[in-house]
């Protein structure tokens, strides 16, 4: 099994505040995946990263691949309220696993007005 | 369009009875994917569907959990003899294809609670 580790777990923070949210494993992957979920619906994509070392950007989100593909961050920039939700990191695992997405247990941000 | 539905949203049932979920993908994608979610946990892996077969279905965290897809659309999982440990949001999500690459949309989940 390939664990992945979110960090942390919970995040409270002031409206343009900025935060970052880990994802680690000692496990390669193919491909990671972040999403967002919000309370009594299922998680929403956000984005794909493939390459090691690949970084993407979604308006102020900030998404970073490990250069070994071992883990990731996601970097908000002036957060806002409606960027409240449960952050979701999902690798995609190699050889049996391949197709398969391991999910982290998630981070709770919580941004203030 | 219509997203990925489920039903019954909420479930309370007690321990020992049988229940059934059930999952309605979006039109005209091939793969299915039924995940659980435990309070504080992220999501667990239990099974996927190409077409109506199920390749793998090690995932499954005991024999008393099946599950079934017929017509490559509207899927089924059923535990059976449920224990309080069952009790969780029950997730499904369908793609156009199985793979990471393709995107997987995810309905709003069913919340199991087990008395």
């Known amino acids: 099994t390939q664990l992945l580790e979110q960090s942390p777990q919970f995040l409270s923070i002031q409206e343009g505040e900025n935060l970052t949210v880990y994802c680690n494993s000692s496990?390669?992957?193919?491909?990671l995946q972040w999403y967002r979920q919000e309370p009594g619906e299922g998680p929403v994509l956000l984005v794909t990263?493939?390459?090691?070392?690949e970084v993407k950007k979604l308006k102020r989100l900030t998404f970073q691949f490990g250069d070994a593909r071992k883990d990731s961050s996601l970097h908000i920039t002036a957060a806002q309220p409606g960027d409240t939700g449960l952050y979701l990191c999902a690798g995609e695992g190699l050889g049996d696993s391949w197709g398969k997405l391991q999910f982290g247990a998630g981070t709770q941000v919580v941004v203030t007005p | 369009g219509a997203g990925v539905s489920q039903s019954p949203s909420n479930k309370v049932t007690e321990k020992g009875k049988d229940v059934e979920l059930r999952c309605d993908p979006i039109?005209?994608?091939?793969?299915l994917y039924w995940y659980r979610q435990s309070l504080g946990q992220g999501l667990e892996f239990l099974i996927y569907?190409?077409?109506?077969?199920?390749?793998?279905k090690s995932g499954l965290p005991s024999d008393r959990f099946s599950a079934e897809r017929t017509g490559g659309s509207v899927s089924t999982l059923t535990i059976q003899r449920t224990q309080q440990e069952d009790s969780a949001v029950y997730l499904c999500a369908s793609s156009l294809a199985f793979g990471a690459s393709y995107e997987q949309y995810f309905g709003p989940g069913t919340r199991l609670t087990v008395t």
């Open positions: 569907f190409q077409g109506n077969s199920a390749p793998d």
């Open positions: 990263v493939v390459t090691g070392g």
């Open positions: 039109s005209g994608h091939t793969a």
């Open positions: 496990s390669v992957f193919s491909s």
